[in-house]
């Protein structure tokens, strides 16, 4: 009964929204997941994940520790493999796209070499060299483009990890918290490299605990609770009137667990 409220809910909300227009245009979404369901060692960690994520823009992901924000874009992003249900990007098995996404996570992966060389190593092999340059510039990295990377602070790395991502050229990033615990020049810079991209047409989802920063750029957002998702709605509607108890309670500062 439970599943068929929220069901119901989200085409109301998605309608509103206008992300989802009914359950049967999946194809047209560009990502589709339907009755997602994820365990890791017979614990139920995800459960009847349904979510259409459409057009440009960067959907924020909301939710406490612990509710499944980082599982989910993982399994998104084929790190993962979901005991059930079905996730399609651009209408594909998600499987078979996941040359054209890319992610970040909160501690960036990066390699023992030169930060030039982290970059040049994830470009494809015709990659100009003034591009990388370019992306350097943006990331404000280039003057330190030959220091090795474990050198660089947090903040510097996670700008790397974030060249590193783009100079794939990705129609789907996935981010997750890229900015926690960074000082907040470095902060800024990754925001508004985000925002950029996502003016290029590359679709986001972004994790954050920082509710100013999902209100400076999301579009939309996703709230998780124990696994589920609780909502999945505009922005300004998200701020202004969530309807999820568990999202009312989170952005009041009370603690659900
Ligand atoms: N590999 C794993 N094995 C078992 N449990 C896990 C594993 N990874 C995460 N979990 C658990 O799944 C839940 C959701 O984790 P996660 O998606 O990382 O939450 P968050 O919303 O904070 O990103 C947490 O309770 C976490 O302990
Ligand atoms: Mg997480």
Not at 32 to 41: D, H, I, K, P
Not at 44 to 71: E, F, Q
Not at 160 to 185: C, M, N, Q, V, Y
Not at 207 to 213: A, F, G, K, S
């Amino acid at each position: 009964m439970h599943s068929v409220t929220r069901m119901s809910n989200e085409i109301r909300i998605g309608i509103e929204a206008g992300i989802v227009q009914s359950n049967q245009s999946s194809h047209r979404s560009k990502i589709a997941v339907r009755q997602l369901s994820l365990s890791l060692g017979g614990v139920p960690l995800l459960r009847d994940i349904n979510l259409d994520i459409r057009g440009n823009g960067i959907t924020m992901v909301l939710g406490a520790n612990g509710a499944g924000k980082s599982l989910l874009l993982k399994c998104l992003h084929g790190l993962l493999k979901p005991q059930g249900g079905e996730i399609k990007i651009d209408g594909s098995p998600h499987f078979e796209t996941r040359q054209q996404q890319a992610m970040v996570f909160q501690r960036p992966v990066l390699m023992r070499r030169s930060v030039l060389a982290n970059v040049t190593f994830a470009a494809a092999e015709n990659t100009d060299s003034k591009e990388i340059a370019d992306l350097l510039n943006r990331v404000h990295l280039a003057e330190i483009a030959n220091v090795p990377a474990r050198l660089l602070s947090g903040g510097e790395q996670q700008r790397l990890a974030l060249a590193r991502a783009l100079i794939t050229k990705p129609s789907i990033l996935f981010l997750d918290e890229p900015t926690a615990s960074l000082d907040p020049a470095s902060a800024l810079i990754i925001e508004r490299l985000i925002q950029d991209t996502s003016l290029t047409g590359v679709r986001i989802l972004f994790i954050t605990h920082d509710i100013n920063q999902a209100k400076r750029l999301g579009q939309d957002v996703i709230f998780m609770h124990r696994g589920e998702i609780t909502e999945h709605t505009d922005k300004n509607k998200f701020f202004t009137n969530a309807e999820s108890r568990e999202a009312i309670a989170y952005l009041s500062g009370e603690l659900i667990l």
